[in-house]
């Protein structure tokens, strides 16, 4: 069956540093989403992208967030500058429609800031 | 702003018993509602869902009911196996399309073989 494969799956950085974490979506599907789970916490709806562009972000997704679809396969989530409290696990997510009802997660990078 | 609440955060079970997981909501526009599995180190996967206008949906051992007036689901697993064991995300959405789900802070089962 395929899956949503996100890249990598610990990622530890110095606060302040810039990250890219990388996901794979399916390859027929259209629609890409991130959520984060910071530990013990639930999990949080970041934003949803379609056709190189953001179709819905929550508030947490503020102005040090960035997404990108920079080819055919990968969808990518930047944090410009890491703070303390943006450690948490980040799923990509993705869709063939318009449905958050039919999304496929990945398993996850767990972003460590330090 | 915990607009869909899992109160309990464990849960343990004997093996071959039911298995009832609890889910409230505050917003009473949500449309549909949904059950998430998560083993360790791996995503989400998608279990049952239920629209608004049902208060029933069965998939072999698992059924979601859905009380509209409480604003109250459950997930309920018969028999319940071992690897059952896992954590439980009950979310919630406004409607089917556009809307971003609202994930509780989920409910670990440990099913006890």
């Known amino acids: 069956e395929p899956e949503v494969t996100q890249t990598p799956s610990h990622q530890v950085t110095q606060m302040g540093q810039e990250v890219i974490l990388r996901c794979v979506p399916i390859s027929n599907h259209l629609y890409f989403y991130w959520y984060r789970q910071i530990l013990g916490q639930k999990v949080e709806f970041l934003v949803s992208?379609?056709?190189?562009?953001?179709?819905?972000k929550s508030e947490i997704f503020d102005d040090q967030f960035s997404v990108e679809r920079p080819d055919g396969s990968n969808f990518t989530l930047k944090i410009r500058s890491t703070k303390l409290e943006d450690s948490a696990m980040y799923f990509c997510?993705?869709?063939?429609?318009?449905?958050?009802?039919?999304?496929?997660f990945g398993d996850g990078t767990r972003l460590s800031i330090l | 702003d915990q607009q869909v609440k899992q109160n309990s955060p464990s849960l343990s079970v004997q093996e071959g018993r039911i298995s009832i997981l609890n889910c409230d909501y505050t917003?009473?526009?949500?449309?549909?509602f949904l059950w998430y599995k998560k083993y360790p180190a791996e995503g989400p996967t998608f279990l049952i869902s239920i629209s608004s206008i049902k208060d029933k949906n069965e998939d072999g051992r698992f059924t979601v009911f859905l009380n509209k007036s409480a604003k109250h689901l459950s997930l309920h697993i018969v028999p319940s196996q071992p690897g059952d064991s896992a954590v439980y995300f009950c979310a919630a959405s406004l409607d089917k399309l556009n809307t971003p789900l609202v994930f509780g802070k989920g409910t670990r089962l440990s099913v006890i073989a």
């Open positions: 997510a993705s869709s063939e429609m318009a449905a958050f009802l039919a999304q496929h």
């Open positions: 917003n009473s526009m949500f449309d549909y």
């Open positions: 992208f379609y056709n190189n562009e953001i179709s819905e």
